[in-house]
């Protein structure tokens, strides 16, 4: 379980912020919270609001799934693994700080702050691919330099 910790430490502090914003903001959430948004940030659905623990719980549990994922991919490519190895760290860091803006965007709609979900969620996922061939790149350039 130590070496577990030792190697999802960033997982679990990312787990631990949503959890424990979840926690604090409990008492001061009406009885249902948004759950599903139109692009234009109209609530379609709304849950009770013990819903906001499930975010976290999904956080941790989609980026166990991607470091697993991610190991197998590199285990099935080892040609690639030098250039792509830091990703099993990168790609889960970044769904978790998707996943807690999505939770602060329910917990600001459950306080009547309008916030448009759509953009924020095109933004992030904009992002995204930007860290991903930023990194690639960086390691790429960076093997470059070890050959000369």
């Known amino acids: 379980m130590k070496a577990f910790l030792k190697t999802y430490w960033l997982e679990f502090l990312f787990f631990a912020v949503g959890l424990v914003g979840a ?17 234009d940030g109209v609530i379609t659905r709304t849950g009770p609001k013990w819903a906001v623990f499930i975010v976290p719980v999904v956080q941790l549990l989609v980026c166990y799934g991607f470091h697993w994922w991610i190991n197998r ?34 917990l600001l709609a459950a306080w009547g702050v309008t916030v448009p979900v759509g953009t924020v969620m095109l933004i992030e996922l904009l992002l995204v691919p930007i860290v991903f061939i930023g990194f690639v790149a960086a390691k790429i350039l960076g093997n470059i330099g070890k050959l000369k």
């Open 73 to 106: 991919c590199l285990e099935k490519l080892p040609a690639l693994a030098h250039t792509l190895s830091g990703m099993e760290r990168l790609l889960p860091a970044v769904l978790s700080i998707i996943l807690l803006t999505l939770e602060l965007c329910v």
């Open 23 to 39: 926690v604090i903001a409990m008492p001061f959430l009406p009885a249902s919270v948004p759950l599903q948004f139109q692009g």
